[in-house]
């Protein structure tokens, strides 16, 4: 009975160093994924987030795409160059679909025979629309391929993420005065304003134009 007992406690343990061998084994094969960042900014202005992978070891090409709200966000350019590269990597996007609450822009990533490095690989601008109302507006993603530089390519999959920017308007209500201000300093650099008053560079890019006559309009008041 004794030595029963002991093979029993035996086979336990060799279960139990199996069981976490399995699962270093799983951890350790866990495939790679890409996401964006988050980010913030106000109606009428823009935000830039970036495109990060991580976990990837043999994927050279990508092919996925990100969605977003088209009435709150949109691409500036979104044929061909909506997404800037960090990388020694080509990323071509494209405006795949459109409708009334969604944008689909697909990206693909080549180039070389080098693995897709970890980390920051690229940056995409999206502009706010100036009836952005207050809050988070959610960018998804979804994967579509990837594969490794090998002949015939492996593919590989990769899990993808999501973006939240938060949407944060002006709490300055705007009025004559103001907007005197704004035709006085148009296409002026710098544009820093006078001590104790708002700048009229709303959307904070250095430069007084329509886009902040516009924001202006958006909060106007009666000062």
């Known amino acids: 009975m004794r030595k029963n007992k002991i093979k029993i406690i035996i086979a336990g343990a060799f279960l139990a160093a199996g069981v976490l061998c399995v699962q270093s084994f799983i951890s350790a094969q866990a495939g790679p994924s890409i996401d964006l960042g ?3 900014g ?8 970036d ?4 976990g990837n070891s043999s994927a050279s090409s990508f092919v996925g795409f990100i969605k ?4 709150e966000l949109s691409v500036p350019d979104p044929i061909n160059s909506a997404i800037t590269p960090t990388i020694g990597k080509i990323i071509e996007t494209s405006l795949v679909a459109q409708t009334a609450g969604e944008n689909t822009l697909k990206f693909v990533i080549y180039g070389g025979q080098a693995v897709i490095p970890n980390g920051k690989i ?5 502009n706010i629309s100036p009836s952005a109302t207050n809050g988070a ?4 993603m979804a994967f579509d391929s990837a594969a490794t530089p090998a002949n015939p390519p492996v593919p590989v999959t990769f899990t993808v993420g999501s973006a939240t920017v938060t949407v944060s308007g002006p709490t300055i209500v705007y009025g004559s005065y103001d907007f005197g201000r704004l035709v ?3 296409l002026q650099t710098p544009v820093a304003p006078p001590a104790g008053e708002p700048t009229v560079d709303i959307d904070g890019n250095n ?3 329509t886009r902040d006559l516009g924001l202006m309009m958006h909060n106007w008041g009666t000062n």
């Open 42 to 49: 106000i109606p009428g202005g823009s935000v830039t987030l």
């Open 38 to 40: 988050d980010g913030s």
């Open 122 to 126: 690229g940056t995409i601008t999206f």
């Open 137 to 140: 507006k959610n960018i998804t």
């Open 207 to 209: 430069i007084v134009n």
């Open 184 to 186: 006085a300093r148009w």
């Open 68 to 71: 977003y709200n088209p009435t």
């Open 51 to 54: 495109l990060i992978v991580a």
